[in-house]
């Protein structure tokens, strides 16, 4: 007879603790599923061991027992103490962390496992490793010269090679017995790595896990790592949660991406779950990029990552050369065409050429707002309150922040006028005009839209890879690591709208956006052009990005950022305050701004009450409070949020509670 510490499977901040129960199989251990009578529930409910102790604690009245052990289902103990740290580092319930861990989807009646990769499709493809460049046998020889856990952040050029390090580690890691988790920031770029990693280790040895599998397919995926059949993981934000039991190497690719940070609950950050289990492996964790994000490079000048320098291209080509097109001269001209008459013309040049172009726009749609020509009012989403696009394909509005389709009114809600108008450009309406523009050439355009439907990116990625298509027109998909050896031309059309979003990292995004873009030009054998199309083309972020100097942005921008004490100087929590009852959220986070003023004293940070109550109508009512923590002081601030949130569980059901820090989006109301 033992005693279990159980998480039960049950979302409410009320039963967000620990439930210890009687089990009479010797079998059950920590990680274990199991299922329990729970409360006044009917049936049976789902739990995980969080703990086993031989003697029974003191206080239980009433001890129930564990009826049913799950024989597939398991969690390692790793993944068991990863989850408790996620419930004190993000504040988050035990379930919410515990499920990030979990497979999706069942297995199939015959017991057999779904294939997501096939090894035939791989066979007589196999590829050699290349020979290293001096830089990446430094790079290498500094990452393995110490045996345990490490964190190196490789800042490389874009095409200096970083991914063939990547793929020297994992080798490493699975020839000493290990796995080896690849991270990459989105998800249409998993094919392309994927193809490349199984040509080299073989497809049976990879398993991909990724949210645009099916949830059969994710189950089986799951299964295949947990049963130690495969020893290579690969995909996007999720891939950090995979149930390998022996973890030598993680590496993220691209470390720089938002993409990283979740923005659903929790509200992890994937470079912090990524650090903590490779301490618990004693494993090396590898961030990678040619733009690292302030944070990143900012921990490398202090000394809490390993800083290695590629410098150099590794097919020694030069970097490509970056003009600026200043749309105010050629607004003075009278071209005020998103695609300006220098920039039209060096597509054509290329093309000419047998050279592909791509054409970067990080706004997708047809129209960017709709708009009352009578009284200016804009047509905004009712649930979320920003303006919603116009999709020219489907005739329909659309919010990108919630998914709410409308059709476009005949008539001005607020007026009555029929003068509606459509302002601003996205990737649709860039790809109308690029048709038109040239209609001998084949155009594809790669954006969240073209890529809803099931394989659709990677054919998208995969015709332009095999130069069926000459232009490629995309969101910021098209700058993230891909790999395109014909591309002599890279057009930003408009490089402020990043610049314009009202948040800290504007300069930060538009810098990275620009020069992520940018290197995909030239990755053949012949130097390659950008034409940046730009309102400010004296921004220090966009002067750096033409120059390709990463050391000038960061010195500016480290400069104002210690100055406004904005991180990494501080950390921003966002705390948001949800109910269906309209007076709820405003009253608990008064509740929690005094009470926060009370346990912090004087040394807090400066706090900020807002946006006001909006109605939502799929969520009800919101309220935010937006703190500052000053180094240091975040043990202090999470000791405090974690007592009110506790406090406010036990008094108050009716309000959802979560917690950011460091949201790469102030919530919008």
Same mark, same amino acid.
């Given at each position: 007879?033992?005693?279990?510490?159980?998480?039960?499977?049950?979302?409410?901040?009320?039963?967000?603790?620990?439930?210890?129960?009687?089990?009479?199989?010797?079998?059950?251990?920590?990680?274990?599923?199991?299922?329990?009578?729970?409360?006044?529930?009917?049936?049976?409910?789902?739990?995980?061991?969080?703990?086993?102790?031989?003697?029974?604690?003191?206080?239980?009245?009433?001890?129930r027992y564990v009826e049913e052990k799950d024989e597939d289902i398991s969690l390692t103990e790793e993944m068991?103490?990863?989850?408790?740290?996620?419930?004190?580092?993000?504040?988050?319930?035990?379930?919410?962390?515990?499920?990030?861990?979990?497979?999706?989807?069942?297995?199939?009646?015959?017991?057999?496992?779904?294939?997501?990769?096939?090894?035939?499709?791989?066979?007589?493809?196999?590829?050699?490793?290349?020979?290293?460049?001096?830089?990446?046998?430094?790079?290498?020889?500094?990452?393995?010269?110490?045996?345990?856990? %490490?964190?190196?952040?490789?800042?490389? +050029?874009?095409? !200096?090679?970083?991914? #063939?390090?990547?793929? =020297?580690? *994992? &080798?490493?890691?699975?020839?000493?017995?290990?796995?080896?988790?690849?991270?990459?920031?989105?998800?249409?770029?998993?094919?392309?790595?994927?193809?490349?990693?199984?040509?080299?280790?073989?497809?049976?040895?990879?398993?991909?896990?990724?949210?645009?599998?099916?949830?059969?397919?994710?189950?089986?995926?799951?299964?295949?790592?947990?049963?130690?059949?495969?020893?290579?993981?690969?995909?996007?934000?999720?891939?950090?949660?995979?149930?390998?039991?022996?973890?030598?190497?993680?590496?993220?690719?691209?470390?720089?991406?938002?993409?990283?940070?979740?923005?659903?609950?929790?509200?992890?950050?994937?470079?912090?779950?990524?650090?903590?289990?490779?301490?618990?492996?004693?494993?090396?964790?590898?961030? %990678?990029?040619?733009?690292?994000?302030? +944070?990143?490079? !900012?921990?490398?000048? #202090?000394?809490?990552? =390993?800083? *290695? &320098?590629?410098?150099?291209?590794?097919?020694?080509?030069?970097?490509?050369?970056?003009?600026?097109?200043?749309?105010?001269?050629?607004?003075?001209?009278?071209?005020?065409?998103?695609?300006?008459?220098?920039?039209?013309?060096?597509?054509?040049?290329?093309?000419?050429?047998?050279?592909?172009?791509?054409?970067?726009?990080?706004?997708?749609?047809?129209?960017?707002?709709?708009?009352?020509?009578?009284?200016?009012?804009?047509?905004?989403?009712?649930?979320?309150?920003?303006?919603?696009?116009?999709?020219?394909?489907?005739?329909?509005?659309?919010?990108?922040?919630?998914?709410?389709?409308?059709?476009?009114?005949?008539?001005?809600?607020?007026?009555?006028?029929?003068?509606?108008?459509?302002?601003?450009? %996205?990737?649709?309406?860039v790809d109308e005009k690029i048709r038109k523009m040239f209609p001998e050439a084949s155009v594809a355009r790669?954006?969240?839209?073209?890529?809803?439907?099931?394989?659709?990116?990677?054919?998208?990625?995969?015709?332009?890879?095999?130069?069926?298509?000459?232009?490629?027109?995309?969101?910021?998909?098209?700058?993230?690591?891909?790999?395109?050896?014909?591309?002599?031309?890279?057009?930003?059309?408009?490089?402020?709208?990043?610049?314009?979003?009202?948040?800290?990292?504007?300069?930060?995004?538009?810098?990275?956006?620009?020069?992520?873009?940018?290197?995909?030009?030239?990755?053949?054998?012949?130097?390659?052009?950008?034409?940046?199309?730009?309102?400010?083309?004296?921004?220090?972020?966009?002067?750096?990005?033409?120059?390709?100097?990463?050391?000038?942005?960061?010195?500016?921008?480290?400069?104002?950022?210690?100055?406004?004490?904005?991180?990494?100087?501080?950390?921003?929590?966002?705390?948001?305050?949800?109910?269906?009852?309209?007076?709820?959220?405003?009253?608990?986070?008064?509740?929690?701004?005094?009470?926060?003023?009370?346990?912090?004293?004087?040394?807090?940070?400066?706090?900020?009450?807002?946006?006001?109550?909006?109605?939502?109508?799929?969520?009800?009512?919101?309220?935010?409070?937006?703190?500052?923590?000053?180094?240091?002081?975040?043990?202090?601030?999470?000791?405090?949020?974690?007592?009110?949130?506790?406090?406010?569980?036990?008094?108050?059901?009716?309000?959802?509670?979560?917690?950011?820090?460091?949201?790469?989006?102030?919530?919008?109301?």
């Amino acid at each position: 007879m033992k005693y279990v510490d159980i998480v039960i499977d049950n979302k409410s901040d009320r039963t967000d603790r620990l439930y210890t129960y009687g089990c009479e199989d010797d079998s059950v251990e920590t990680g274990s599923k199991v299922y329990v009578r729970f409360a006044t529930r009917k049936g049976l409910v789902a739990g995980y061991v969080f703990g086993v102790h031989d003697e029974a604690p003191s206080g239980i009245k009433r001890l129930r027992y564990v009826e049913e052990k799950d024989e597939d289902i398991s969690l390692t103990e790793e993944m068991v103490r990863t989850a408790s740290w996620m419930k004190k580092r993000y504040l988050t319930r035990y379930i919410d962390a515990v499920d990030l861990f979990t497979p999706a989807g069942e297995a199939l009646k015959s017991g057999e496992l779904r294939q997501v990769l096939s090894a035939a499709d791989y066979e007589e493809f196999a590829e050699e490793a290349p020979e290293l460049t001096d830089e990446q046998k430094a790079a290498l020889e500094e990452i393995t010269a110490e045996e345990g856990h %490490g964190i190196y952040l490789i800042h490389g +050029v874009t095409g !200096s090679g970083k991914t #063939e390090i990547y793929m =020297r580690l *994992i &080798e490493r890691a699975v020839s000493e017995g290990k796995g080896a988790v690849m991270l990459v920031p989105e998800i249409s770029l998993t094919a392309q790595i994927t193809d490349r990693f199984a040509r080299r280790f073989g497809a049976e040895n990879i398993a991909v896990l990724h949210s645009r599998l099916s949830p059969g397919e994710r189950h089986d995926e799951w299964m295949k790592i947990r049963r130690g059949l495969v020893n290579i993981v690969i995909g996007a934000r999720s891939a950090v949660f995979c149930p390998m039991e022996n973890i030598g190497v993680i590496i993220m690719d691209e470390e720089h991406e938002a993409t990283y940070k979740s923005e659903k609950n929790p509200k992890y950050d994937t470079v912090e779950v990524a650090v903590k289990r490779a301490m618990d492996h004693g494993a090396k964790v590898v961030l %990678g990029s040619a733009t690292p994000s302030v +944070v990143s490079y !900012s921990r490398s000048e #202090e000394g809490i990552y =390993r800083r *290695i &320098e590629l410098k150099h291209r590794y097919n020694r080509n030069e970097m490509p050369e970056v003009g600026i097109i200043d749309m105010r001269e050629q607004l003075k001209a009278g071209s005020s065409d998103i695609i300006s008459p220098p920039l039209r013309d060096a597509v054509l040049e290329e093309l000419e050429r047998k050279k592909q172009v791509i054409l970067f726009l990080n706004r997708r749609g047809y129209s960017s707002f709709v708009s009352c020509r009578t009284c200016g009012s804009v047509r905004k989403c009712p649930d979320c309150g920003i303006s919603m696009t116009y999709h020219k394909s489907e005739n329909m509005l659309r919010c990108h922040y919630c998914g709410r389709r409308e059709p476009v009114p005949e008539r001005c809600p607020d007026c009555g006028s029929e003068d509606i108008g459509f302002f601003g450009t %996205g990737t649709e309406k860039v790809d109308e005009k690029i048709r038109k523009m040239f209609p001998e050439a084949s155009v594809a355009r790669l954006d969240l839209d073209t890529m809803r439907k099931k394989g659709s990116a990677q054919k998208i990625i995969s015709d332009f890879e095999k130069e069926k298509t000459n232009i490629l027109i995309g969101t910021q998909v098209v700058a993230k690591g891909l790999d395109f050896r014909n591309v002599g031309l890279v057009g930003i059309l408009s490089a402020d709208i990043s610049l314009n979003i009202p948040d800290f990292r504007s300069a930060e995004r538009t810098f990275q956006l620009i020069t992520q873009a940018a290197g995909r030009a030239g990755r053949g054998s012949e130097k390659g052009r950008v034409l940046i199309q730009t309102y400010t083309p004296d921004n220090y972020a966009v002067q750096a990005a033409k120059d390709h100097d990463y050391d000038a942005f960061y010195e500016k921008e480290i400069m104002f950022r210690r100055a406004m004490r904005h991180p990494p100087f501080s950390d921003f929590i966002q705390i948001v305050f949800q109910s269906k009852e309209r007076d709820l959220p405003p009253f608990t986070a008064a509740f929690w701004e005094r009470s926060l003023m009370q346990i912090l004293g004087p040394e807090g940070g400066p706090m900020m009450r807002g946006p006001m109550i909006v109605a939502n109508r799929k969520e009800g009512y919101k309220e935010c409070l937006l703190l500052r923590c000053p180094k240091g002081m975040r043990n202090r601030y999470f000791g405090g949020l974690a007592t009110l949130k506790e406090k406010t569980a036990e008094k108050e059901s009716r309000v959802h509670i979560t917690v950011d820090v460091n949201p790469y989006s102030i919530w919008r109301g």
